[in-house]
Each structure stands twice: as C-alpha cells, then as structure tokens.
C-alpha cells in the first residue's frame, strides 16, 4: 500500500473515531498523535517518496497532521470543561475556609522594628546606604587614622579586585553619606547590616546588624545624648531601666563614651549575665568629632552634633537572654518559632 493510499485511510479511520470520555481522548493521543503514533510513523516515511511526488504527499501528510491534532484539541477541552464542572459541584463554597497557621517574626526584626518605633517618636527619620562601600566612608572621612587596627585585612572584607573598596564594617558610612548630602539639621537613624573578618563562634560572627543615630544641629549639647539614650532605653527595657556612661574612645566622636544599663535579668544586683557587676554595655556613643564635620562641609564652629551606634543582635540576646549568637542565622525553626507574635 502506498503513503497517499495509507493517509486516505488513516483520515477515514480518524474521522470515524468518537470520545465518551477524557481516557478515550488519552488513547487517541497516544494512537495518532505522540511520537510513536500512526502520523508520525507515516512522516518517517516520507523520505522514500520520489522527488516529483513530495510536494504533493507532503501538502496531504500536514493536512492530515492539521486535522488529528484540530480533532484532539477540541476533545481535550470538551472533557476537561466537564471534567472541571464536576470538580465545582463538589466544592462547598459556603463552607468555612481552612485556617491558615500564623507565622513568626525573626527576632531581629522584632528588635530592630522597635528600636526604629522609639527614635521615629523621638522626631529621628530612617536613612539606609549600600554595603560595599569606599575607604573614605567607612575609615577616612570618620577620622581612622591610616594606622588604625580596624583597617587591617583580620578586621575587613576588602575586595580583591579594588583594594579601595570593602564591605561596610559599621552603618557609620551611611552618617558620612547623609552629611555629605544634606545641610543640618539632621536627625537620622541608620539600621543594616555590616560585616567583620571575624572567627564565628557563640559570641561573634562575620556578619550582624547595627543601628546607629545621628543628631547634628546647632547647640546640640552631651546632655542632649544623654537624654535620649536614657529614654530610648527605658521605653525599650522597662521604665525601671538606669544607664550608666562611661568614657571611651572613637576616632570619630569627641568625647566619646560606653553606655551600660541596669542588667534586666537581676535588676542590678549581680548575676552570670551581668558577670556580677549589675550593668551590661548596649552601644557606645559620643560627640561627633570636629574634623568628622569638616570632612562633610559642615561648619564645625556653628553646628554639633551626638552619634551613637549599638548592635541588634547584643539588644536581641540580652531581650531574648540567647545565649548564642549563631541561633539568630541558622534559620532553625525550633529556635524562631518561640517568638510567634501576632501581626
């Protein structure tokens, strides 16, 4: 038998086929149309028609490929039409949804939002900048010296490709962005994420997240730091909360100090968290230094300002009392379901 007689029969055959049903649609795919069907068989042998006859046996092979797969489609959706109509008249659509389970927040943004709550009522506005940034914000503009520990590669991620550049070791990159970008007054709070060459253990980790604020306007005074600390950390801790400044240094703020607060866990009267002193150190603070000012262009003579700068994750574990600061980036759900808030 030839190829056009096997065509001519093999369209007889697929006009006289009928569907009852979504399987006899299978059975018909499978039989014609797949790639061990009927129609593909006769396209493989097609290359052993004549040259002078391929013009007209290929227009009645596609014709008859047109037309199994016309006849297929329209079955298909025929079925499934019904087989979707029988689906919904199963489905109750008065009856009650299924309730879904409620999720959790990560601990760090639960601290990191509130921290953001209490300076936003303190008239402070959000201000973010990128990660991987130039030596001059994050070492030279604040006042490092160029033999300063912090530049050492132990302490930074420097690109390889540009020595010039690293990853941020502190948000303080994005205070020298905002004075360089606008005039005082500022009142700013700077949260993300910065990174340190730093062994990972309970205690430390290569990357965490800081908070730092920024006030600069004319006659802003220690006094005025002070104030704020003290009410950021009673709205945070409890109003019972004490805070203690001690002196300390930083290249970028003169004079400079560490801020303790009552220890939350013995309220001052000595346990292992405290380490039996009563106080535990949140974030260290000072006066921005005058040459931070003039490496911004801001008149140093005629506007001052505070900054300071703590750790989520310090506030986190002495909120939470987490005694190990890994838990906060191993995504264990163990770990994050204890903190289940309502949204």
């Not at 004079?255 to 000595?270: F, L, N, Q, R, Y």
Request: hydrophobic content about 35%.
């Amino acid at each position: 038998m030839t190829l056009t007689e096997d065509i001519a029969r093999l369209k007889f055959e697929i006009e006289q086929n009928s569907f009852q049903n979504a399987e006899d649609v299978e059975r018909y795919r499978i039989q014609y149309i797949s790639k061990k069907g009927f129609i593909p068989a006769l396209f493989e042998r097609f290359k052993e028609v004549i040259p002078e006859d391929r013009k007209a046996v290929g227009k009645l092979l596609n014709e008859l490929k047109q037309f199994a797969e016309q006849k297929w489609n329209a079955g298909s959706e025929e079925f499934n039409k019904e087989s979707k109509k029988e689906k919904e008249g199963l489905f109750d659509y008065s009856a009650p949804g299924w309730t879904m389970p409620k999720g959790s927040r990560h601990p760090l943004s639960v601290v990191a939002n509130e921290i953001n709550s209490i300076f936003s009522r303190l008239g402070f506005s959000i201000a973010e900048g990128p990660e991987i940034e130039d030596d001059w914000h994050i070492f030279s503009a604040l006042n490092f010296p160029e033999e300063h520990p912090a530049r050492d590669m132990q302490d930074t991620f420097f690109i390889e490709k540009n020595p010039d550049m690293a990853l941020r070791t502190h948000t303080s990159s994005v205070q020298i962005r905002m004075m360089e970008s606008k005039n005082p007054p500022l009142r700013l709070l700077m949260p993300g994420r910065v990174y340190r060459n730093e062994a990972i253990s309970a205690r430390a980790h290569c990357f965490f997240h800081q908070v730092e604020g920024l006030y600069v306007d004319e006659n802003v005074s220690f006094a005025d730091l002070k104030q704020t600390l003290l009410t950021f950390s009673r709205e945070l801790f409890g109003e019972d909360t004490k805070i203690r400044l001690r002196p300390s240094y930083f290249p970028f703020t003169e004079p400079s100090a560490e801020m303790d607060i009552s220890c939350t866990v013995c309220k001052g009267a000595g346990c292992n968290i405290c380490k039996y002193t009563g106080w535990v150190e949140i974030l260290g603070c000072g006066m921005v230094h005058p040459n931070v000012m003039k490496n911004c262009g801001i008149d140093d003579e005629k506007y001052t300002g505070f900054a300071f700068g703590m750790g989520i994750e310090r506030i986190a574990i002495l909120k939470y009392q987490v005694k190990d600061l890994r838990l906060f980036s191993q995504n264990d759900m163990r770990f994050l379901k204890q903190f289940r808030t309502e949204w």
